[in-house]
């Protein structure tokens, strides 16, 4: 009997497990000194990165999206149909602070004029958060940030 119980909780994991696995899907861990850590999204495709965190209402104080890309360049960014205030941070290859843009308004302008933002050096990552989180955070140049992309 206790076989047959054990064979249906393995058929069960199977089945159930790989959409418990897809429910987080796309999200990644960033731990920051202290240990804070903050779910990201993965921006990871050119529609996704276009698309970021645009009409969105709300942002949790523990939630951001992290933008990833092959090669480090001076990654430039703006607020066009951004909802919220954004804190902007640009890393290197080694996961390290490199510029942050902080408070970045958000841009009601109805077409492509709005201001832009971007680092003095290349950027192989940068992490969007709530305006505001950068500074509770205490989050400055040269913090090294603590996260593994798919």
Same mark, same amino acid.
């Given at each position: ?9 393995? #058929? ?46 709300? #942002? ?78 205490? #989050? ?11």
């Amino acid at each position: 009997m206790g076989v047959r119980r054990l064979i249906v909780f393995v #058929l069960s994991l199977s089945i159930f497990l790989p959409s418990c696995l897809q429910a987080n899907d796309g999200v990644v861990q960033v731990q920051l000194p202290g240990g804070v850590i903050i779910h990201a999204e993965i921006a990871d495709t050119p529609k996704k990165r276009a698309d970021g965190l645009m009409y969105r209402e709300h #942002l949790a104080k523990d939630r951001g999206m992290l933008f990833t890309f092959d090669q480090a360049q001076l990654w430039t960014f703006w607020m066009k149909n951004t909802k919220i205030p954004l804190d902007i941070i640009w890393m290197n290859e080694k996961k390290q602070i490199i510029h942050i843009a902080r408070n970045v308004p958000i841009c009601t302008r109805t077409d492509d004029s709005c201001p832009q933002y971007q680092p003095n050096e290349p950027a192989l990552y940068v992490l969007e958060l709530g305006g505001g989180e950068a500074d509770r955070l205490k #989050l400055e140049k040269g913090v090294k940030l603590q996260f593994r992309t798919p």
